[in-house]
């Protein structure tokens, strides 16, 4: 079979311990993780791209699946219906380089905004409007925000999360 990327799963908050393992036995894996800017300073500078999620490059047949579920802080290999989970070349190349990206764009902004805070729209039909942030959509790299249009009411509108930024206040 050869060579094939699959997805591990780790332990809730594990990622990074399993990560360590894994490389520590010379196996191939790659762990995205995006750098953040939060609010509090003590907080982690660093979070995982998919929570609780690795990818390991490797000859399933030649290392056996089963080495992967009794891997310390492992929960095994993504399976169904009993067989391993492949992930193709390509979308692992395509997740490298949108999280490389992201990360040389500074990072995630929008890490830490509470519900209220006004944001600036970049780009899109909207670029240039000021928006009040409401959520981070679960699961997606969408937010979404409050938008004043016409000066009479405000309206959800879901936007990629890249396309808004804190407004920085004025000091007096």
Known sequence: MGLQWYVLRSKPNKELTLWRELTARGLDCFYPQLHVQPVNPRSRRIRSYFPGYLFVHTDIEQVGASTFQWMPFSSGLVAFDGLP?????SLIQAIRRHVDQINAAGGEQFVGLQPG???????????GYEAIF???????????????????????????????????????
């Open 117 to 127: 805070e006004t944001v600036v729209i970049q780009g899109g039909p909207f670029d």
């Open 85 to 89: 989970a492949m992930v193709p070349d």
């Open 134 to 172: 409401d959520a981070r959509l679960a699961g997606t790299e969408r937010v979404r925000v409050l938008l004043k249009l016409l000066r009479v009411r405000q309206i959800n509108v879901e936007l990629p999360a890249a396309q808004i930024q804190r407004l920085r206040q004025k000091r007096r």
